[in-house]
Structures are given as structure tokens and as C-alpha cells.
């Protein structure tokens, strides 16, 4: 049966170092998470013409869009406060690195937790539309996948 994606948020936490502030995006529209693997080639003559490959490191990237409020409620991070976490470098405490969650409360289904980094920001501002913002995070480290039961 299909599900509905509302229940998949995505969670930051803009905490430091001892006290953990998870926080949902505000007004967030849509969650990809995309996993990927590198497959180096081990091709020889022994192949009798077909490629080989080895299951090699694996990386993976997060995209979020989400309409601008620069004013959410408690428990939610703005635009403005996710470009501050993107100013971050590796001078800060955090080295730019945040701890971030992709959660799904419908049982059977997974929740994903992953160190990443704000790797970019866009925020187009069109003439008659309501006005999103879009960022990218570039996973580091391993991904935990969760049940939820």
C-alpha cells in the first residue's frame, strides 16, 4: 500500500557539544535522501570480455526544500538560522559538522541518521509564488538505519 510522505521530517540539531537542540525544518516541503557506492573496476583478461567490479565506499547527499518563515514556531529552525549553521567552518566548534535525522513515525518504516555537512543554499524569490528555500548536505561518516516498530 502507498503512503503519504508527511509523516518523513527531516531534524537538525543545533546544539552543542553536552546539549543536544533537535530542531524539524519549518515549513519543509520535501526530503530526498540519495545513497550511493563507488564500483571500482577489477576488469582482466580472465573475464572472457565482461567487466568486473568491487562494492567500493559508500557516500551519500540530502536535499531539502522547505518555504521561507522567519519566524517558526518552537521546535523548528528557520532559513535564517540553517545559513548560519552552513556559515560554520572548520574554526567552529563543530567543525560545520551537524547531526541530522530524516524521521518516519509510521511503523515498518526506517529513520536515518547521519553527520552531514550544509554543502549549498539557494532561495530564488519569484514574483507571485510563495518563497522556498532549498539546501544540500553532504553525508560524512556512516548512515544508521533505524526500525520503527
Known amino acids: 500500500m ?5 509523516k518523513v521530517r527531516l531534524t537538525v540539531d543545533t546544539g552543542v557539544v553536552g546539549t543536544p537542540a533537535v530542531k524539524k525544518i ?3 516541503v ?6 550511493s557506492k563507488d564500483i571500482p573496476e577489477t576488469s582482466s583478461k580472465d573475464g ?27 521546535g523548528f529552525i528557520s ?5 548560519g549553521l552552513y556559515a560554520e567552518n572548520y574554526a567552529s566548534t563543530s567543525k560545520g559538522i551537524r547531526s541530522f535525522t530524516i524521521a518516519d513515525t509510521t511503523v515498518g518504516s526506517s529513520t536515518y541518521s547521519f553527520s552531514a555537512i550544509i554543502t549549498s543554499m539557494e532561495q530564488p524569490a519569484p514574483l ?15 548512515v544508521t538505519a533505524t ?3
Do not use: H, R
Request: charged share 15%.
Open 2 to 6: 502507498a503512503e503519504i510522505s508527511t
Open 26 to 28: 519549518a515549513e519543509e
Open 30 to 35: 520535501e526530503v530526498t535522501l540519495s545513497l
Open 48 to 74: 572472457n570480455g565482461w567487466k568486473t567490479f568491487l562494492a567500493g565506499l559508500k557516500t551519500g547527499t540530502v536535499s531539502c526544500s522547505a518555504f521561507v518563515n522567519y519566524t517558526p514556531d518552537t
Open 79 to 83: 532559513s535564517e538560522d540553517l545559513f
Open 128 to 142: 507571485s509564488e510563495g518563497m522556498q528555500f532549498t539546501f544540500n548536505l553532504q553525508i560524512t561518516g556512516a
Open 147 to 149: 526500525a520503527v516498530v
